[in-house]
């Protein structure tokens, strides 16, 4: 026995999709052509119970249609269109039937299978009407119609179709920016923290030598690691919220500093040149992550900082005369110079690197504010 509930839950299922909307709801007053004979003749008892029994039928078909795979929604069409044809002799508004299947038979087939099934229904009714003669009132709008509601329908879908795949696409395209996002702040995080903690470090372990030797000296250490920690901390603020731009003056600077503390001697010669922001910020980040290198592992006393510019390139670069990059491996970078190397392929430059006698970085940038295409951005010499 059908319990109340399920009852219940059968008339606050939705019975069309929520992307039609409240559309074909609207489309069931066509019915009302079918009925349009009898304002003017009473139907007969055969009439009034066929004609239920049709209705009974068309309205599960047309609901279902709107949720049912292809080869049932088909069937559908299939279903209600037979019974167009069949009350075509005793009701020429049964077109309305044939108008339904028609519309139905594009709403989950490909674009070009629907056009043949519409194709075929309208053959097939043309045949029919001039085969059993049905009445005039019956056929033009059961092919006119039928024709013109069919193709509104497969184009609105195709068209429905087109906008969910650029939907799909722009989603793709805005979790791509998000993964380049995330890398690039990946990519900051560890150039600025991998500096300045490799600077701290350095400062702690000089401080605590000085400790029982130069209280004074000790102190000044002391502050300077205060200093650099505070540094560290503006910096991510400002990294993590997009707005960092690094200044080349200021990094040599620091770079200056930093390696004088690690007692290695460090000679610049820098063109009298204009830079764009973004390549100012790309060459000041590849310094950085250069020192960090040369401090943790270069064990070098010596640094060349050269930064050279003509009408078509700038190229810069930091050698060291260090002894600690014989192991270096092409194929094992470590995610410094894969940065590095990502930052000036965005630029449409190229990070040259070579390791033979020290260390060597080069970067060799199109000397232009506007380049955006992508080259082979490593190159490697051992």
């Not at 969910?164 to 996002?181: C, D, G, I, N």
């Amino acid at each position: 026995m059908i319990s109340v509930k399920k009852i219940n839950a059968v008339f606050r299922f939705p019975w069309v999709p929520d992307s039609f909307g409240h559309a074909p709801y609207f489309w069931l007053l066509s019915l009302g052509i079918f009925g349009l004979k009898y304002f003017y003749q009473s139907p007969s008892t055969i009439e009034l119970v066929v004609g239920t029994i049709t209705l009974l039928v068309f309205f599960p078909c047309y609901f279902y249609s709107f949720w049912a795979p292809q080869r049932q929604q088909l069937l559908c069409a299939l279903i209600i269109y037979i019974a167009g044809i069949a009350w075509a002799p005793f009701n020429f508004g049964s077109a309305t039937f044939c108008i339904f299947a028609s519309s139905m038979i594009g709403h989950k087939l490909s674009t070009r299978t629907s056009y043949l099934c519409l194709f075929s229904l309208t053959v097939v009714t043309s045949l029919l009407s001039l085969i059993f003669h049905f009445n005039a009132a019956f056929w033009i709008p059961a092919t006119i119609f039928s024709v013109t509601a069919g193709v509104s329908v497969i184009v609105g879908e195709k068209f429905k179709r087109t906008q969910e795949s650029l939907l799909r696409k722009q989603e793709e395209v805005e979790h791509l920016a998000a993964l380049t996002e995330r890398e690039r702040i990946a990519r900051d995080m560890h150039d600025v923290l991998g500096h300045s903690l490799s600077v701290i470090t350095l400062k702690a372990e000089l401080a605590r030598k000085l400790f029982d030797r130069d209280g004074d000296a000790c102190k000044k250490e002391l502050m300077d690691i205060e200093q650099a920690a505070r540094t560290a901390l503006s910096e991510v603020r400002a990294a993590l919220t997009g707005y960092r731009s690094i200044g080349l003056a200021h990094e040599l600077q620091s770079t200056q500093q930093a390696l004088a503390t690690a007692q290695v001697t460090m000679t610049q010669e820098i063109a009298n040149c204009v830079l764009a922001p973004l390549t100012e910020n790309v060459i000041a980040l590849a310094l950085r992550e250069a020192t960090t290198n040369i401090i943790r592992h270069a064990h070098a006393s010596e640094c060349d900082i050269r930064l050279t510019a003509d009408e078509d390139h700038i190229v810069f670069s930091i050698k060291d005369n260090g002894i600690g990059r014989k192991d270096f491996s092409i194929h094992n970078k470590g995610n410094g110079l894969t940065g590095m190397s990502e930052r000036v392929a965005t630029l449409g430059g190229k990070l040259i690197i070579e390791a033979e006698q020290g260390m060597t970085l080069k970067l060799k940038l199109p000397n232009k504010t506007s380049t955006t295409g992508k080259t082979d951005d490593t190159t490697y010499y051992c």
